[in-house]
T-cell receptor
Framework: NAGVTQTPKFRVLKTGQSMTLLCAQD?????MYWYRQDPGMGLRLIHYSVGEGTTAKGEVPDGYNVSRLKKQNFLLGLESAAPSQTSVYFCASSYLLTYNEQFFGPGTRLTVL | AQSVSQHNHHVILSEAASLELGCNYS??????LFWYVQYPGQHLQLLLKYFSGDPLVKGIKGFEAEFIKSKFSFNLRKPSVQWSDTAEYFCAVTSDTGRRALTFGSGTRLQVQP
């Protein structure tokens, strides 16, 4: 099993450009999450999904959109990137009945110039 | 809303020293508690978790944590640290209901000197 994978690993954008980060999991997990990690702030939840076709906002959703068309994939989109979105983005997934233990992907380091 | 506080932002220890990292949470209901570790350049890995039962939980690599409900604390301990324990440590909490997402503390950077 690959677990949770993320593409790309690194990306540099100019202000105003758009991009999509892809998260894939092969553990048949119902729940999937996108977090961002910033120095001194831990990880903060951007959006999450409790199942295929459903998404919901987390703590810091502004400027991001998500989609979960297939159970194994969770996409995070930036429609118009801003320097404040420079961060490391982590995807995670969890199985409904395992008391919320989450498995994390390797992260995507995004720089917005 | 739940929150997590990690008061030690940066800890420097010598090898073989004992470690205790503080974690306090605020949430009135039933919680699940976690410690994750992030080694340099790597993704988060689960160290240990508490759901119910014995408040002293043991994790991987010799780490343990004690849940003290009356103090809303879940401190991480290790009797003797190694250079390879250099990493950032995150305490996290989630509840049994709702979105089940983790609320993280701000992290503690541990540096172990040989």
């Amino acid at each position: 099993n690959a677990g949770v994978t993320q593409t790309p690993k690194f990306r540099v954008l100019k202000t105003g450009q758009s991009m999509t980060l892809l998260c894939a999991q092969d553990m048949n997990h119902e729940y999937m999450y996108w977090y961002r990690q910033d120095p001194g702030m831990g990880l903060r939840l951007i959006h999450y999904s409790v199942g295929e076709g459903t998404t919901a906002k987390g703590e810091v959703p502004d400027g991001y959109n998500v989609s979960r068309l297939k159970k194994q994939n969770f996409l995070l989109g930036l429609e118009s990137a801003a320097p404040s979105q420079t961060s490391v983005y982590f995807c995670a997934s969890s199985y409904l009945l395992t008391y919320n233990e989450q498995f994390f992907g390797p992260g995507t380091r995004l720089t917005v110039l | 809303a739940q929150s997590v506080s990690q008061h030690n932002h940066h800890v420097i220890l010598s090898e073989a020293a004992s470690l205790e990292l503080g974690c306090n949470y605020s949430y009135g209901g039933t919680v699940n508690l976690f410690w994750y570790v992030q080694y340099p350049g790597q993704h988060l890995q689960l160290l240990l978790k508490y759901f119910s039962g014995d408040p002293l939980v043991k994790g991987i690599k010799g780490f343990e944590a004690e849940f003290i409900k009356s103090k809303f604390s879940f401190n991480l301990r290790k009797p003797s640290v190694q250079w390879s324990d250099t990493a950032e440590y995150f305490c996290a909490v989630t509840s049994d209901t709702g979105r089940r997402a983790l609320t993280f503390g701000s992290g503690t950077r541990l540096q172990v000197q040989p």
